[in-house]
């Protein structure tokens, strides 16, 4: 079953701009995860959040999580040409299942 | 190099002719599992192994099988594909399945069945 759902389902921005999109799930997590993928090849991990956490960062990566609102954003600061991806989110409850959003599609403009 | 390798990176092939598509990790990983990617549905999940000759059902798990053998490697096979089976595989391994580890995917299996 599809747990997290992302929003936008698109977005698209100038190079050196912010990119902000945003996770929802329907129960109890474990940890958060959100993973990046560029056209048809794998899932690269970026970052992972804990359910006893606020925030993170990784570079120019920040992630929030609100378990009262069943929601995390993932922002990408200065976004540059190579961010061109789909990103996912991904919960974890304790039956040690991934599972994944459909995902953004994130397109940077030069 | 830590890495997840799947075998083949494309294949097309005719309904009904089983076919069986290679996974390996060299990270000692207890944990593995396969997803299919379709558009619009994101990634689910076909079937998991929390150790060897542990496997279990994901989401989706109609029309395919699964064995683990050996800790490095967990072939996914489809005894006879079908069209609706047609989509982008990844196998993916992790040390502890999604307890605060992260995920290393192999780069993709896309599979045509005609």
Same mark, same amino acid.
């Given at each position: 079953? %599809?747990?997290g759902?992302?929003?936008?389902?698109?977005?698209?921005?100038?190079?050196?701009?912010?990119?902000?999109?945003n996770c929802?799930y329907?129960?109890s997590i474990n940890n958060l995860q959100w993973?990046? %993928?560029?056209?048809?090849?794998?899932?690269?991990h970026l970052i992972l959040i804990r359910s006893n956490e606020r925030e993170k960062h990784s570079g120019?990566l920040r992630v929030t999580l609100d378990t009262s609102k069943k929601s995390s954003s993932l922002l990408?600061?200065?976004?540059?040409?190579?961010?061109?991806?789909? =990103?996912?989110c991904a919960t974890a409850a304790r039956?040690?299942?991934?599972?994944?959003?459909? &995902? @953004?599609?994130?397109?940077?403009?030069? | 190099?830590?890495?997840?390798? %799947?075998?083949?990176?494309?294949?097309?092939?005719? @309904?009904?002719?089983?076919?069986?598509?290679?996974?390996? %990790?060299?990270?000692?990983?207890?944990?593995?599992?396969?997803?299919?990617?379709?558009? &619009?549905?994101?990634?689910?999940?076909? =079937?998991?192994?929390?150790?060897?000759?542990?496997?279990?059902?994901?989401?989706? *798990?109609?029309?395919?099988?699964?064995?683990?053998?050996?800790?490095?490697?967990?072939?996914?096979?489809?005894?006879?594909?079908? *069209?609706?089976?047609?989509?982008?595989?990844?196998?993916?391994?992790?040390?502890?399945?999604g307890v605060n580890t992260e995920?290393?995917?192999?780069?993709?299996?896309?599979? @045509?069945?005609?």
């Amino acid at each position: 079953s %599809q747990q997290g759902e992302e929003d936008p389902q698109a977005l698209s921005i100038q190079e050196g701009e912010n990119a902000t999109m945003n996770c929802s799930y329907k129960t109890s997590i474990n940890n958060l995860q959100w993973y990046r %993928q560029n056209s048809g090849r794998g899932l690269v991990h970026l970052i992972l959040i804990r359910s006893n956490e606020r925030e993170k960062h990784s570079g120019r990566l920040r992630v929030t999580l609100d378990t009262s609102k069943k929601s995390s954003s993932l922002l990408i600061t200065a976004s540059r040409a190579a961010d061109t991806a789909s =990103y996912f989110c991904a919960t974890a409850a304790r039956d040690y299942k991934l599972s994944f959003g459909a &995902g @953004t599609t994130v397109t940077v403009r030069a | 190099e830590a890495q997840v390798t %799947q075998n083949p990176r494309y294949l097309i092939t005719v @309904t009904g002719k089983k076919l069986t598509v290679t996974c390996s %990790q060299n990270m000692n990983h207890e944990y593995m599992s396969w997803y299919r990617q379709d558009p &619009g549905l994101g990634l689910r999940q076909i =079937y998991y192994s929390m150790n060897v000759e542990v496997t279990d059902k994901g989401d989706v *798990p109609e029309g395919y099988k699964v064995s683990r053998k050996e800790k490095r490697n967990f072939p996914l096979i489809l005894e006879s594909p079908s *069209p609706n089976q047609t989509s982008l595989y990844f196998c993916a391994s992790s040390l502890q399945g999604g307890v605060n580890t992260e995920a290393f995917f192999g780069q993709g299996t896309r599979l @045509t069945v005609v």
